[in-house]
């Protein structure tokens, strides 16, 4: 059954199951004794209090030997140099050669 968030004009907000949100108006308004104005209803997102997991723990990352660290700090250095020429060589060539364009005739006029 899906779940809707209804807001009340009583300062709460209330997450409720029901078929439809018409329903689901009537069953928070009824919580509060009936007398709450519905100002909103919307389908439920996010975790609710109930549906709520436990955070699972995240092993830590093990940490780079000096010489591993070197070694990418290298390889950096070496793409940062073969980006720059690939941007220096694309720079230097020339611009395709444009085709020719034919030139209008002159149409010369009958003389009558």
Same mark, same amino acid.
């Given at each position: 059954?899906?779940?809707?968030?209804?807001?009340?004009?009583?300062?709460?907000?209330?997450?409720?199951?029901?078929?439809?949100?018409y329903?689901?108006?009537?069953v928070?308004?009824?919580?509060?004794g009936?007398?709450?104005?519905?100002?909103?209803?919307?389908?439920?997102?996010?975790a609710?209090?109930? &549906?709520?997991k436990?955070?699972? =723990? /995240?092993? %830590? @990352? +093990?940490?780079?030997?000096?010489?591993a660290r070197a070694?990418l700090?290298?390889n950096?250095?070496?793409?940062r140099?073969?980006?720059?020429?690939?941007?220096?060589?694309?720079?230097k060539?020339a611009?395709?050669?444009?085709? &020719?364009?034919?030139?209008?005739? =002159? /149409?010369? %006029? @009958? +003389?009558?």
């Amino acid at each position: 059954m899906p779940k809707y968030q209804v807001t009340l004009r009583t300062l709460t907000i209330e997450t409720v199951e029901a078929e439809n949100p018409y329903q689901a108006a009537a069953v928070a308004s009824a919580r509060h004794g009936g007398d709450a104005e519905v100002a909103d209803v919307r389908p439920a997102s996010g975790a609710t209090k109930k &549906a709520a997991k436990p955070v699972k =723990k /995240v092993a %830590k @990352k +093990r940490r780079l030997s000096p010489e591993a660290r070197a070694r990418l700090a290298q390889n950096l250095v070496k793409a940062r140099a073969a980006r720059a020429a690939k941007r220096k060589v694309a720079s230097k060539k020339a611009p395709a050669k444009q085709r &020719a364009s034919k030139k209008a005739r =002159k /149409v010369n %006029k @009958k +003389r009558s």
